[in-house]
Structures are given as C-alpha cells and as structure tokens.
C-alpha cells in the first residue's frame, strides 16, 4: 500500500518541481531582457546627449522576430515631434542590398548575367569600359571612380538620366576592372540604369513590385520631398556644433539605385526575416550575393553584391551602412546567431557602425566587440554621400 501512495507522490513531486524550474527560467529570461533592455536604452541615450543627435530608432530581430524596437529623441526638432519605431528614416547606402536582389531575381529568371559586359546594356560606353562587367559593378571592382569625390554635378539641379550617365562616362577610370576594390556610388546608378534597360521600368517600381510588397514593407518606398509622407522625420547636419537643416538635394538624385529609400526600423526587420527565407531570393542566391568578390590577382575583398562580409569573435557578420541627406542606417547581421540590428539615425554624424555593434553586444555579450571600429571619411565630416564611410581599399585575402 505505501508503494501504491508514494508513486503518485512522487510524480507529483517531479510535476511540481519541473513546474517551478520553468517558471524560474521564465522569470530569470524576463528579467535578463529587462536588464538588456535598461542596458541598451541606457546605452543610447548616452550616445544621443553625446552626440546631440535628434533622433535614434533601433530594432533588434531574433530569428526573424522582434525582440525589441524602440525610437529616442526626437524625430523632428522643430515640431517636437518624438521618435518612434514608426519613423520613417532614408536608407543611403544601405539601399545598395535591395538593388543588387534586383539583379539577382533578373539573373535568375535569365534576362542577363552576371558576367554581361556592362555595353550590351548601355550604349556608346568608353571605350575604357570595354571589359567591365555587371559583376564588376556590384562589387566595387569596375575601376569607375566614385562620382561623389569629383564634384561633377550641382546637386541643386535636375539631370536627366542620360545627362548622369554622360557625366559618369567622362570620369576616367581609377584601375583595370577587377584589379582593386574601390566604393563606387556611380557603379551603383549604372545598375539603375541597366535595370530599367532590360525590364523597361524604373527600380523604384520594381522594388515595390518584386520587394516591398511582397514582404508588406508598406512604408518602404523611392525618395520623394514633394509626396505627403506620415511618420517622415526631419534629416540634420552640424555645422561648427549646430544643428541645421539637411542640404537640399534635387529630385535627380533621391531617385538613384545607389541608395535613395525610406523605411523604417519595423518594415527593415521584416526585410531582414525574409533573408532565412526563400522568398525572396533563394539560399544559394543569397550565398553567393555573401560571398567575398576575388580579385584579379586572386585575392578576395571582404564585400559582396551589395554587403560587407566579416566577423566579430568569430561569429559571421553581414552588413551594411548608409548616409545621405542627414540620415544615417545600418544593418548588422549577425547570421550565425539569427541576430540583427538595425539603427536608424536623423543627422549626419559619426560612429553609427560603432552604435550598431555595441548594441550587439549589449543583447548577446558574445558579440560585444574587443574595441570599436570607428568608420572613416565621409561619415566622420558633415557631408553628404550615399556611401557609408569609405573603406580600406589596400585591405584584401589571400
């Protein structure tokens, strides 16, 4: 009889222990995301009354879900209007990664190849420009030199596409096609412009078309000053320490395929989810769009279509960063880990790869880099460019 009692008891026992432990691991897993949570807000206020940056919007994904999204500061100065994970920011360069799916889905449904050369799109091309390729272009080995270096356009004023590309095409050539590494926003609108040349639609369209759409990124779209746009925050400069209005910048230029977007930190994550998806693109699409571009000497350069390829303690890295018009964004993609972060900023400052990895490492501590890596150029002065900094363009794999 005492054996018929005790059994019963004794699962019972088990039922109520194994209750308790996860209650306690739900509690101590509630607990370890609030702490985060202080960590990182705490984190990025410090950085904003550093800094005096308007505004910072983040979103942190975890395998495919958001775990946290949250604005700060201020959206627009004037209005007061607080940020929200709702505001709209521009994308800069970060838009380089949606362009280059674009000519991945073209190359996959056999409408050209990665290895076309670049004049069987566009005609009447230099003849220095014989050998470039569209791969070339996607990764930043064509030789084109950056046209944002060259002061070849005022960008107060209205250009025609042809008038951008006859500008392009008298930039000399910085190398042979694959010989280096060289950040190329002109490279970039070529793709544009190779785009709308096979498909006979603008990217923009093809973008809600092919993209956003499909994944209901609802508030991404092309650029558009004139358009009513909800949720839109105001772009800054400093200019010796103050805070200004963003340059004006011509339509001409907020329609390019190097990096002219609106979104925000809610329709990005979604963006990033569909990466572990075939959606999109496939896996082997997406593998090969992650794989570092090999040079002509057989070398290879961390970045490829579209994204930089590295790591931090050994745990794989893909990302990107974009500045344009007072705007900064980033996307850090921690795949290993099914972790990203997204940060989102209204002012042209520095350190936004910085932000992004520190968060990183604030939500997992195995991601916390051993010191910061701070971006140089263009994102470290008050200026304008779709590029997010410029790179080591010496620095390559054997």
Excluded at 84 to 109: D, R, W
Excluded at 215 to 228: G, K, P, Q, Y
Excluded at 333 to 349: E, G, M, Q, S
Aim: a positive charge; charged letters at 20%; aromatic letters at 12%.
């Amino acid at each position: 009889m005492s054996k018929l009692v005790s059994a019963p008891i004794a699962l019972l026992s088990n039922f109520l222990r194994n209750v308790v432990l996860r209650i306690l691991l739900i509690i101590c897993f509630i607990f370890s995301s609030i702490v985060h949570a202080d960590d990182i807000d705490t984190y990025v206020n410090s950085v904003i009354k550093k800094n005096k940056i308007p505004s910072i919007t983040i979103a942190i994904v975890k395998d495919g879900q958001i775990v946290k999204s949250q604005g700060y500061g201020l959206a627009n100065v004037e209005l007061n209007t607080p940020a929200t994970p709702n505001t709209i920011y521009q994308s800069g360069s970060v838009g380089k990664q949606f362009t280059a799916t674009l000519i991945m889905q073209l190359v996959k449904e056999g409408k050209l190849s990665l290895d076309d050369k670049i004049s069987k799109y566009l005609k009447n091309t230099p003849a220095s420009w014989k050998n470039i390729t569209i791969r070339h272009l996607l990764t930043h080995t064509s030789g084109i030199r950056e046209y944002y270096d060259l002061n070849i356009f005022n960008y107060r004023l209205d250009y025609s596409d042809a008038e951008i590309l006859s500008k392009i095409e008298k930039i000399p050539m910085e190398f042979k096609p694959g010989d280096q590494w060289s950040y190329s926003n002109s490279g970039y609108i070529l793709l544009g412009f190779i785009i709308q040349k096979v498909t006979g639609k603008f990217y923009g369209e093809l973008l809600q078309d092919r993209i956003f759409k499909p994944l209901e990124m609802n508030t991404a779209r092309i650029i558009s000053d004139e358009d009513i746009v909800l949720n839109r925050a105001a772009g800054y400069k400093f200019v010796k320490g103050q805070l200004k209005n963003q340059d004006y910048v011509s339509p001409s230029f907020n329609r390019t395929a190097d990096g002219c977007l609106y979104f925000t930190a809610l329709d990005f994550a979604k963006w990033d989810a569909s990466l572990y998806t075939d959606k999109i693109l496939s896996q082997d699409d997406l593998k090969l769009m992650w794989t570092p571009v090999k040079l002509n000497n057989g070398k290879t350069y961390p970045y490829g279509f579209g994204w930089f390829i590295g790591e931090v303690n050994n745990h794989k890295l893909i990302e990107h960063g974009g500045s344009w018009q007072g705007f900064l964004a980033y996307i850090a993609r921690y795949v290993d880990d099914k972790t990203t972060v997204i940060v989102l900023i209204n002012a042209d400052t520095k350190g936004i790869k910085d932000i992004a990895h520190h968060i990183a490492g604030l939500y997992n501590p195995a991601l916390m880099p051993s010191s910061p890596s701070s971006f140089k150029g263009a994102l470290m002065t008050p200026t304008n460019c779709h590029a997010c900094g410029s790179y080591d363009t010496t620095k390559s794999n054997s």
